[in-house]
């Protein structure tokens, strides 16, 4: 399926989420690689959302089980490794939550990949088994740029493209 980027999505966040989880589920139906679905779903996020600055994947490390080590991303240079518990990544990594942080230089331990970051949401990533495969951050240069809302579809779309699930 071809996908082309457009500039008329809906102003209401709720709205755009579900407009592109539509997309997102489209393009991936019948994709089984692991990094396939990983680039695409932050291609086209990061596409829907001009707030988002930095958007991608930490990936869990097979040799590694507690590191995290960048995966398929949209942005500046993203970070090459992460251990569980460090930065805000690493939080969700450990606690298995969705870390929502309206500003990084407030966080214990944040870990500044690029400086410009202001605000972050990261969201663990299970597979359908339950196990932690990655986590999904996204990066945005203003301050308290992610809420509940973000919080809510991400986790949707998440599960539905890396569990197989509905949330």
Not at 59 to 73: I, M, Q, R, T
Not at 85 to 100: I, L, S, W
Not at 112 to 123: N, P
Request: charged share 20%.
């Amino acid at each position: 399926m071809a996908f082309v980027a457009r500039n008329d999505r809906p102003a209401d966040k709720a709205e755009r989420y579900a407009e592109l989880e539509s997309e997102i589920l489209a393009v991936l139906d019948g994709e089984p690689n692991l990094t396939a679905r990983m680039a695409t779903v932050a291609s086209m996020l990061a596409d829907g959302f001009e707030s988002y600055f930095w958007t991608g994947f930490y990936v869990v490390d097979p040799g590694k089980p507690n590191e995290l080590v960048v995966g398929p991303y949209q942005g500046t240079l993203g970070c090459l490794r992460i251990p569980f518990g460090r930065g805000v990544c690493g939080a969700a990594a450990a606690t298995g939550e969705t870390q929502v942080v309206p500003d990084v230089h407030a966080f214990p331990g944040h870990i500044a990949c690029d400086s410009r970051s202001a605000s972050e949401i990261v969201v663990p990533v299970r597979d359908a088994s339950g196990a932690l495969i990655a986590v999904f951050d996204v990066d945005a240069t203003e301050p308290a740029a992610f809420d509940a809302t973000d919080q809510e579809w991400l986790e949707r779309i998440l599960v539905k493209a890396f569990a197989g699930g509905s949330a």
